[in-house]
């Protein structure tokens, strides 16, 4: 009688710096209102060991404090998921502003913070696009092989996203099968995440993102197939996103030639947000 085939594999990697930076992320959520980018920053630092500035914890503020970022001044329920009742017990007093459609964090204000904030020991490399499953993936790959920490802290457009609670036969069948069918997004916004895993089938990556409220998948951590991923990257029609690669500075010369090779600019993005010293 022959032999059945051997099923396909999953195949699963974590980022260096995962298990850190989850850990940082179980101690920090909920993010604070509209420090998604700050939260995200703090995660990042906490993966590459930088744990404290003279003496003061390095969480949300401390990052929002030094990106710039600003915040509106009436809080707007329509902006968080459900289930979820916002959060303004601010450690650090940030600017507010009246319009919450262009509060948050920029990205070139936050790559400042993460590299301000770790004394130079880290580089935070933002990288605009074009974005596809490709070049995810080969970001992915950089990422993967840098020691001793990685962290990926994307800019994203929920509204290209699987809902984060996807039960696990459309999951399966994503790997297996390569089915793109998934759950309606739970919410329609642009935000901050951490990727820091992937889990790759016969037909399909999905990619673990650590997130910045509990009610997203379970305890905020949710996995998005690469498609959409990148498609939320893209962020079309709406300003755009990209992805802030975090890195020891010493990775840093490898990873922008590996992005530059598949084709990825490196550049800040204008995501819509207000900086800082644009207030008058």
Partial sequence: ????????????ALLPGARALLDAHAEELPQRDDLCGAFCGALALRAGG?????????????????AGSVVSRVADPR???????????????????????????????????????SGGSLAALPFSGPWSARALEGVFELALSCEPSAAIVANLATRQLWGSRAPLPELLAYLYSGQQQGPPPDW????????????RGPSGTLYALADTYPSLGSGGVHVQPAERLALALERPLMPPGGAIVVVADAEAARVREG?????LREQAWDNGTLAREMLA
Avoid: K
């Fill in 79 to 117: 902006c968080l998921p459900a289930g979820e009742h916002g959060r303004r017990d601010y450690r650090i007093s940030p600017p507010l502003i009246d319009d919450a459609a262009v509060s948050g964090t920029t990205a070139a204000g936050l790559a400042h913070a993460i590299e301000e904030l």
């Fill in 50 to 66: 930088v744990l404290e500035q003279q003496g003061e914890p390095l969480d949300q503020d401390a990052v929002a404090a030094v």
């Fill in 259 to 263: 992005a530059a090779t598949l084709g």
């Fill in 188 to 199: 329609d916004v642009g935000h901050f995440s951490c990727i820091f895993g992937r889990a």
């Fill in 1 to 12: 009688m022959d032999a059945l085939p051997a099923p396909g594999q999953i195949e699963v």
